[in-house]
């Protein structure tokens, strides 16, 4: 286990594994938790978000689950925040119409229990447009602190008088992935994220995590009108501590008419260190999910999660994530 000093290297506390108090003067407060996962060949994955507008008195919740030839979503974004339960060890917990989901904890900020059961809508694969059960267990277990640059001060995210920050971890979890009655035992990796204060999602970003048997990175970049671009990530070889990132770019092509292989390209990370990370990646499996509701007026962006194989400059290959948020094409 991780001592409680490591884990909040980074200025967040124990406490901030649970839910915070909200501002009613922002409608837009969102506070959310995400885990997402592969297996080392990439031949089963998830993502899953669930998040809550307290104001506008609504639940997202989102799972996308990849079993090595279908991808399975269920996207519910307008279930009544009244039915979400939060607390102490079981962080939250929901039970509705069909749809059941709850993560506890079994030691703040160092390892959990999510659980899901439900009927997810098959949007790529030979079975494409049948909605199937499906049932989902992960113990997680983080493997390094909960990353954060603080709060910030970027306008439009922040309350004043109320806590607004963000971390991300590097987990590992073991369970058991069920679609259709066919069990799929896990052995995963990926990351975790918690946040919570006014989120608009009115930005462009990319988001990359790696996580393997030698390192862990996370790397972010959002553009955001009238802001310097912001690039921010952790860098956590084996046995070392976690360094920020310095700089990330990405040289991307999208796909904008298949949201299955979306994206692929390079990308060049340095640590403040002065450590080059680098490399490319090409699209394993990837969905895109629905924020159009998020908008004012509702409107539809390219928003998309991808699974990539990523070389590395060093030889390394890996399994990770993409997540990116751009304009809709103007022709699409």
Known sequence: MLSEQELTQFGVELKDEFSHPYSQNHDDWNESYFFDWYTEDGSAAGHC???????????????????GSEWSLIEE???PFSALKLGAENVFSCDQWGLKFSYDCLAPLQSGRLQIDGFARVVHGPRQGMILPVNLTLEVKALGAAYSRGAGSVEGHSAQGFSTNRYEQPIQAF??????????????????????????WDMNWQ??????????LQATQVEIPEWP???????????QGMEHLSETKFELEFASDQPFAAVSGRFSLLCESGRLIAGRMESI????IDITHAFTPPKRTEYRRTLIRCYFDSGEESMGWLEYNRPKPDNK
């Open 49 to 67: 978000r669930i998040g809550w507008h307290p104001v506008q008195q609504r639940i997202l919740f989102w799972l996308h689950l990849w079993n």
């Open 77 to 79: 974004n307008r279930l």
């Open 175 to 200: 369970g058991q992935m069920a679609i259709d009655g066919c069990a799929t035992e896990l052995a995963v990796r990926g990351e975790r994220d918690h946040s919570w204060g006014p989120r608009p």
């Open 207 to 216: 988001f990359f995590v790696v996580n393997n048997e030698k390192f862990s």
């Open 229 to 239: 671009l912001i690039q921010i990530g952790y860098f956590h070889g084996l046995g």
């Open 285 to 288: 499996a990837g969905s895109e």
